[in-house]
């Protein structure tokens, strides 16, 4: 059997039937050392008989022997080893659900490494056959351990994920300040996806709560571009067409000084500083009057 | 990679056949799972192009199309036209938006509402507009 | 052939759009309107659209019609009930609907209608809620 040197990477050893065999028959062996060594690693010194754990590694043991049967152990892409690759995603997934850390994960594997070359060693004979072997299953298992790095990190971004999703449902309430006028405070940056979800509240609310007035309050939006201003704008249209009006409140000095060196044009839009004075406009808009009890001056909000 | 689900395929000659057509995106808008407003979005944007393959390509056929790729699912619309193709496709696809002159062809408009648009036209052969909106685009 | 119905309240007339206009009945529909307010005398008319679950360009271009040749019989033009989507949708696809002026509901429509006609009526300040 030849031995190639690893020049090209699509030049692979192919391992040999006899230590294939032999793998096979000391299946249960690498278990026991597997899990052994596994127990000790975790600082456990409790027998190691936790069934969950013991049949995960088992069932891993098959598969991964099996494939390496099947696929030739060349190419790692090969559908060969598509099923070792499930198995080892779904342990990693589920070992994650668990507490277990990624580096766990990590030595969960190379210690089945470790178990795997003792048993080789034990075996064969040959060196230069011994360090082929070795080096193709480090090769195979190394590339496993990748894998489950990436799907603990995949089980992360699916928690990020969520959790912008629940950011973004909670950081546009709507609020009804008065019959007839609702207030917004934007809080964080508004990009395009968030804009969509702040119009569908805001018109929903609108129509819930029969506004006719909607003051959006940005002090909460950290910088002003001219992409922000368009969605200030977009907003401002959509609440119109609707048949309501809208006021921008929260103008900072920085802001205004921003849209007019950006030449974006707010001429068409009413824009206060505070939430207060907007609130003040709607009212009067609404041709509404606040006043003191019992006395004859009028305090105009 | 795109995956076709299912599809189908609806002939356009006439102004009668806009209404059918739009019923029909709108089935696989609903079974894609897609929210009010994003159902409305691909509606809206196939009524565009469809009046467009009507009065510019001179009647022609539209390809619907229920499509996953990854982990996204979505709607994919196809119109075909053998009519004269657009000259200047760089000209109509310019935005207008911001004179508010309301388009022609209502190109840029269109493609705001969608995720994926892509036209294809040759003068004399005719023009292919392709769109694809995602559930959650 | 397939007709809208236009109610007549008052000095108002009610269209409530609730199929798909298709050319010939828009057709139908924009010189029903333009007749209807010379017959009656019309000040206002009230275009519900809260069953229209689509605008697209086409049907934008017959309600800025319906407005303008209204205004040109000397009657203002609301559109009343647009659904929230159709208000982003339009906003997205750049359909500016000049000349159309809105209201939440009927009820609004009606109110702001009587505003703008009996109150003074500004042309400059189409969506003020304010006539003072």
């Known amino acids: 059997m030849r031995i190639f040197a690893r020049q090209k990477l699509t030049q692979y050893f192919i391992m040999q039937n006899s230590t294939l065999n032999l793998l096979k028959s000391r299946q249960n062996d690498i278990l026991k050392l597997w899990l052994d060594k596994q127990s000790f690693s975790t600082g456990s010194f409790e027998n190691f008989s936790d069934s969950n754990e013991e049949n995960e590694s088992r069932e891993f043991i098959e598969t991964f022997i099996h494939s390496l049967s099947h696929s030739g152990a060349a190419d790692l892409n090969s559908p060969g080893f598509d099923k070792v690759n499930d198995v080892i995603t779904g342990i990693s997934i589920s070992r994650g659900k668990r507490g277990y850390s990624p580096r766990e994960t990590g030595v969960y594997l190379f210690t089945f490494k470790e178990s795997i070359f003792e048993v080789l060693n034990e075996s064969l004979t040959d060196s230069d056959l011994l360090y082929a072997e070795s080096q193709e299953i480090s090769r195979i298992l190394d590339n496993m351990t990748i894998l489950t790095f990436e799907a603990f990190m995949k089980g992360r971004e699916d928690v990020i994920l969520r959790q912008t999703d629940e950011i973004s449902e909670i950081s546009t309430p709507v609020i009804k300040v008065w019959d007839g006028i609702v207030a917004l405070p934007i809080i964080g940056t508004l990009d395009s996806a968030r804009t969509q979800v702040v119009m569908e509240n805001l018109l929903l609310q609108i129509v819930e709560t029969e506004s006719s007035i909607a003051i959006l309050d940005i002090s909460g939006v950290p910088a002003v571009d001219s992409l922000v201003a368009q969605h200030l704008i977009k907003t401002v249209s959509a609440t119109r067409l609707m048949g309501a009006e809208c006021i921008i409140s929260g103008i900072r000095p920085e802001i205004a000084q921003t849209v007019v060196h950006l030449g974006i044009d707010l001429s068409n839009i009413i824009t206060k500083a505070t939430l207060a004075s907007a609130l003040q406009t709607a009212f009067l808009m609404l041709q509404l009057e606040v006043r003191k009890k019992g006395n004859i001056s009028n305090i105009h909000g | 990679m795109i995956i076709v689900a299912n599809k189908e395929e609806m002939p356009i000659i006439r102004e009668q056949d806009v209404i059918p057509f739009r019923n029909r995106v709108k089935d696989y808008a609903v079974k894609a799972g897609m929210s009010i407003l994003n159902q409305t979005k691909l509606i809206t944007a196939a009524s565009e192009l469809v009046r467009n393959l009507l009065k510019y390509g001179g009647g022609g056929r539209v390809k619907i199309e229920a499509v996953t790729s990854g982990r996204e699912v979505g709607v994919r619309l196809t119109f075909e036209d053998k009519g004269p193709g657009i000259k200047d496709i760089d000209l109509a696809m310019r935005d207008g938006y911001s004179t508010g002159r309301s388009m022609g062809l209502g190109l840029p408009g269109t493609k705001r509402l969608v995720n994926v648009f892509d036209i294809k036209s040759e003068l004399g052969m005719g023009t292919t507009v392709t769109i694809i909106k995602w559930k959650n685009g | ?132």
């Open chain 3, 1 to 132: 052939m397939d007709k809208i119905p236009i109610l007549k309240m008052g000095d108002f007339l009610l269209i409530t759009i609730q199929v798909d206009l298709y050319d010939q009945l828009a057709e139908n529909l924009e010189s029903d309107l333009v007749n209807a307010v010379n017959k009656f005398k019309s000040k206002g008319v009230l275009i519900d659209i809260s069953a229209v679950s689509i605008i697209d360009s086409f049907m934008g271009r017959i309600l800025g019609n319906i407005a303008i040749m209204s205004k040109i019989m000397d009657a203002q033009t609301v559109v009343v009930g647009m659904q929230p989507a159709v208000a982003i949708t339009l906003v997205e696809l750049g359909l500016p609907l000049n000349g159309v002026i809105s209201a939440l509901n009927v009820e609004k429509g009606m109110e702001l209608l009587r505003k703008k006609i009996y109150n003074g009526y500004n042309p400059e300040q189409d969506y003020d809620h304010s006539s003072e």
